[in-house]
């Protein structure tokens, strides 16, 4: 029998055994259930975390809950060297999301996506070239990683792959310069999202966009963190009406359930047999939480809610008078808050008041809440904002454990 009050065991466990990569919070997570989560310890948290901007609809909400049960009781797993049901209909579903939108690639996490993608872009025009933003980030392997600028990520296991470069994000007179006959594709975010919740601006995109027809290379946008409504509109890409060859998609594509999709536009086309696959992608399992997810962002209009609820919170956090703030930014329900001091301890100070909230580099606060919050619950997430910058013992240098 599980002894539930026993978090202290249970970090002392995972510290002894885990590899290292990961910082952690120090509080033992047990339960989810809608906007909020609960520790061993039975405090109530609201999660503007979710799990780094996974869970859109709430956690355990019964339509994935029931299709992941009814769907483990069918059929996990099935490789997409066979025909599946479930799977037809999500590759449908998926396939519906943009009008440019020809095919899919499924695969079973952000990473995979962006690295399919720049396979697929070099694959398709025989050349070498990737051009990614500064402050971009893309992911862990050693594709995507190529593309992700932070150099405390990269640097650590340089030589990279080569023919990766990468140019100031809104600047579209450095992307001039830097596209050419030999880029494959131009891959960028439409807010980005880890590097600080910057918003792209709508013309930069739109020219991006324009210049890689000019010169054939391919365009793909991540959508991993911005995707499925977290900015209020089912795609970042339609504040913008951007029709790009490839988009990427992962995190809450299947309520919680690990996955990933490429949408694939005409100049990708069918790829040929063997050119890339995945033991896990398109399983049924996965396939099905991802078709509920979907259904139910359409039936509940969640992209609007957090157009709607996302004005209000940014408004909200604008009005936040602290000394400390530097800058708001954001789109729907994706927020930063730039500080002028470190994020990480005031991340500590808003844990201790029962709010589950990100980094986004050294020095922004980022929040991610599911695209279920209710307004109330936004207010009091700002309170508790409010609260934690006002807080006087946090040391300058920070908490960065
Ligand atoms: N691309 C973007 C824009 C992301 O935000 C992330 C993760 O934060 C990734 C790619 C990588 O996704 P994953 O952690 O599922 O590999």
Wanted: glycine share 10%.
């Amino acid at each position: 029998m599980i002894d539930e009050r026993m978090g202290d065991q249970w970090m002392e466990l995972e510290d002894r055994y885990t590899c290292g990569v990961y910082r952690k919070q120090p509080v033992v997570m047990v339960r989810g259930e809608g906007v909020r989560v609960w520790d061993t310890e039975g405090r109530e948290y609201v999660d503007c975390a979710t799990g780094h901007g996974v869970v859109l609809l709430g956690h355990a909400h019964p339509a994935v809950v029931a299709a992941i049960q009814e769907q483990a009781h069918r059929l996990i797993t099935c490789p997409e060297t066979l025909y599946n049901d479930r799977r037809a209909e999500l590759e449908a579903e998926l396939v519906s999301l943009a009008p440019w939108a020809e095919r899919v690639f499924l695969c079973n996490s952000g990473t995979e996506a962006v690295e399919a993608a720049l396979k697929f872009a070099r694959l398709v025009t025989r050349r070498p070239g990737i051009i990614a933003a500064r402050n971009g980030f893309h992911g862990r392997t050693m594709g995507a990683l190529s593309a992700t600028w932070r150099p405390e990520y990269r640097r650590p296991f340089e030589p990279l792959v080569p023919g990766f470069t990468h140019v100031p994000y809104n600047h579209p007179g450095a992307l001039e310069e830097a596209i050419g006959p030999d880029t494959a594709a131009v891959i960028l975010e439409v807010v980005q999202g880890e590097g600080g919740v910057y918003v792209g601006d709508g013309a930069y995109l739109r020219r991006a966009q324009e210049l890689c027809r000019q010169y054939g290379a391919l365009f793909i946008v991540d959508e991993i963190q911005t995707g499925l409504g977290r900015t209020g509109r089912m795609l970042a890409c339609d504040h913008h009406g951007l029709e790009p060859d490839m988009v990427c998609l992962a995190k809450g594509i299947a309520g919680g359930v690990p996955m990933g999709a490429v949408l694939l536009g005409p100049r990708v086309g069918k790829l040929p047999p063997a050119a890339h696959g995945s033991t896990f992608g398109g399983n049924p399992l996965a396939c099905a939480a991802a078709l509920a997810t979907l259904r139910t962002l359409r039936e509940q209009k969640l992209p609007e809610r957090a157009a709607e609820l996302g004005a209000f919170f940014l408004s909200r956090l604008r009005e936040v008078r602290s000394p400390l703030i530097r800058e708001v930014r954001g789109l729907g329900l994706m927020a930063g808050v730039e500080l002028r001091r470190k994020a990480r301890p005031y991340l500590r100070a808003l844990l201790q008041r029962g709010v589950l909230a990100l980094t986004a580099g050294p020095i922004v606060l980022r929040f991610l809440p599911p695209l279920v919050i209710a307004q109330e619950e936004l207010e009091w997430v700002v309170q508790k904002l409010e609260e934690a910058l006002a807080e006087t013992s946090l040391s300058e240098d920070g908490d960065d454990g």
